[in-house]
Structure formats: C-alpha cells, structure tokens
C-alpha cells in the first residue's frame, strides 16, 4: 500500500512553459487537496475535490487548474509557469465520511521555475 | 481575516519537555490539528481536538480551548528525533484547514 504518491520528485522548468503534477492515491479517499509551501508561510490550499467529478478552488487558485475524473488521480496543471510559482507542492487526500477528516499527505514536488 | 499563529523556533534539550502554544483567529471551528513534518519530507498527522480538553497520544499531548482560541501541543520525554516542524491547522465553517507557519523544534543533547 503506497498511500499518496506524487510526481516528479522535483523539476526545474522555464518560465512559460506548461507542467503537470501527478497525483495519485490508493486509499479510496473521496477528498483530494493540492497545497503549496513557502519559506515562512503556512500551507496554502490551491484546489481541492471533495469527490470525482467536482472541484473548487482554494486561497490560491491562479495560474492553477485541476481535473478528478476518477477517485485516485488528482492532477495539477500550470498552464504557463511564473518564477512565483516555485515552491514546494503536496497533494493530500481524505475520507470526509471519516470521524476526523484527517488529511494525509504525499511526499511532495519541489518545483523550481526560471 | 483568519489567522493561526505559532511561535518561528522553540530550542530544548533531550529528554525534556517542550510545549508549543498555537492561536487561532477563523471563521467557524470545526476541530484543530496538528502535524510533525521533518525537513524535506511530508506533513504527518499527530493529533487531533474538537472539544475542549486534553487529547494524549503516548509521548505527545495536545490541548484545546475553543473560547480562547488557544491549542498546545506537549512532546514528553524528548528525543532527538523530535527535531522537525509542528504545524497548526484548523479547519473552518468552510470545513477547510487554514495552516500556521509552524514551529521549527530544535532538540539539542
């Protein structure tokens, strides 16, 4: 049982161009969540998806899209990178029938965009 | 606006005991969390209050107090290992998780 995978592990790209994180989870958790993490600040939430089918957009949206077209895949696409948008990436899933609804995390994407 | 704030560092020695005090400002409360994330590596879930209280897990002990806005965390017994980032997160009338900046724990021996 992996849990949470993600890829790449990290990537430098040029400003401009078009990128996709991969995320994928096993556990059959209806929520799935894409953070971003910068030096000093708390986790920023980008897009979320409470099941396949539907998404919604976090505290960070721009220059981010997402699709769930099944439960276990949860992509992140920017369509044209800005140097801003080099960080650390994590996606996140969660069973919101659950007792606590507690987020689990994947091992992250360090992006790094020139 | 809403906001969760922690203290940027805590230093402590092994074998100690350390409390790290997060408080939060948000629209609605629906339970308050708390993750370890080690340097480089992912958030994992330590803990977890949604009344008023105190939650223990074996080492670590978290605190709640919804009327003052106010979550601790207690790690007993510490080891060097602690030494990662403990970060706050409560979740909203919204029902998402709005993040501290977390608290850098260093353990020296």
């Known amino acids: 049982i992996a849990g949470i995978t993600q890829a790449p592990t990290s990537q ?6 078009r990128m996709t994180l991969r995320c994928t989870q096993d556990m059959r958790h209806n929520a799935m969540y894409w953070y971003r993490q910068d030096l000093g600040l708390g986790l920023r939430l980008i897009h979320y998806s409470n099941t396949a089918g539907t998404t919604g957009k976090g505290e960070v949206p721009d220059g981010y899209s997402v699709s769930r077209a099944n439960t276990d895949d949860f992509p992140l696409t920017l369509a044209s990178a800005v140097p801003s948008q ?26 790094t965009v020139l | 606006g809403q906001n969760i704030d922690q203290p ?19 629209s609605g409360f ?22 008023d209280g ?20 207690l790690l007993k017994e510490l080891q060097m290992k602690d030494s990662a980032s403990y970060l706050c997160a409560v979740r909203d009338s919204n029902y998402q998780l709005i993040w501290g900046a977390g608290t850098k724990l260093i353990i020296k021996p």
């Open chain 1, 86 to 111: 080099t960080s650390v990436y994590f996606c996140a899933s969660s069973d919101l029938a659950g007792a606590t609804d507690t987020q689990y995390f994947g091992p992250g994407t360090r992006l």
């Open chain 2, 30 to 51: 629906n339970g308050l969390f708390w993750y370890q994330q080690h340097a480089g590596e992912a958030p994992t879930f330590l803990s977890y209050n949604v009344l």
């Open chain 1, 12 to 17: 430098i790209l040029a400003a401009g161009r």
């Open chain 2, 8 to 26: 940027t560092e805590m230093t402590a020695t092994e074998g100690a005991i350390v409390q790290i005090n997060c408080t939060y400002q948000t």
């Open chain 2, 54 to 73: 105190l939650e223990e897990k074996g080492r670590f002990s978290s605190f709640l107090s919804r009327s003052k806005g106010y979550s601790y965390l």
